[in-house]
T-cell receptor, first 113, second 114 residues
Framework: DAKTTQPPSMDCAEGRAANLPCNHS???????VYWYRQIHSQGPQYIIH???NNETNEMASLIITEDRKSSTLILPHATLRDTAVYYC??????????????FGQGTILTVHP | DGGITQSPKYLFRKEGQNVTLSCEQN?????MYWYRQDPGQGLRLIYY???????QKGDIAEGYSVSREKKESFPLTVTSAQKNPTAFYLC?????????????FGDGTRLSIL
């Protein structure tokens, strides 16, 4: 599975959009991009995933570049409760690993009042 | 509401003792997973199961055992052979076999040594 690179930390003002970048330059054609977040002492929470098209759900939007080498998670109106560690994962869910998740260091997003 | 329930939230183990962590899901998911998370580190896969009565070792299975007798349950036993069991243990599940559907996690069990 391709490795990802994320900034270690980001800040965002409450009510503003939070844009979290992720580089995955070695992604292959059958690998999906997944985003999770983890609030301290809780289990990771699934946010969104996509293959090559942009995706949107009730939590966030996922923008994947045309070459698929990078993506951006957008939280449109950040709240204090969005403060968490955000993980970008690239995964071939249909491969022999059967979806083993490997979290890197992630991005610590801090939302300020 | 559907979800994954892990219990207990906190668990203490004495030297030489086996302890069992519970994981129950009512999402009708076929696949279930156990991960270990250490402070400042990512997830490491302990065991996974794609179907009832079948499971495979992950990357760090030594000192752990599992069973999958029911679709909704995937308990993890931390045996006395696991010399460094202090960690945050996470159970996850997902639908189907090899697919792009995401894994969903429980809220974890924090295991400490007395």
């Amino acid at each position: 599975d391709a490795k990802t690179t994320q900034p270690p930390s980001m800040d965002c003002a409450e009510g503003r959009a939070a844009n979290l970048p992720c580089n995955h330059s070695t992604i292959s054609g059958n690998e999906y991009v997944y985003w999770y977040r983890q609030i301290h002492s809780q289990g990771p929470q699934y946010i969104i995933h996509g293959l090559k098209n942009n995706e949107t759900n009730e939590m966030a939007s996922l923008i994947i570049t045309e070459d698929r080498k990078s993506s951006t998670l957008i939280l449109p109106h950040a709240t204090l409760r969005d403060t968490a560690v955000y993980y970008c994962i690239v995964l071939n869910a249909g491969g022999t690993s059967y979806g083993k998740l490997t979290f890197g260091q992630g991005t610590i997003l801090t939302v300020h009042p | 509401d559907g979800g994954i329930t892990q219990s207990p939230k906190y668990l203490f183990r004495k030297e030489g003792q086996n302890v069992t962590l519970s994981c129950e899901q009512n999402l009708n998911h076929d696949a279930m997973y156990w991960y270990r998370q250490d402070p400042g580190q990512g997830l490491r896969l302990i065991y996974y199961s794609q179907i009832v009565n079948d499971f495979q070792k992950g990357d760090i299975a030594e000192g752990y055992s599992v069973s999958r007798e029911k679709k909704e349950s995937f308990p993890l036993t931390v045996t006395s052979a696991q010399k460094n069991p202090t960690a945050f243990y996470l159970c996850a599940s997902k639908s189907g076999g090899p697919s792009n559907q995401p894994q969903h996690f429980g809220d974890g069990t924090r295991l400490s040594i007395l």
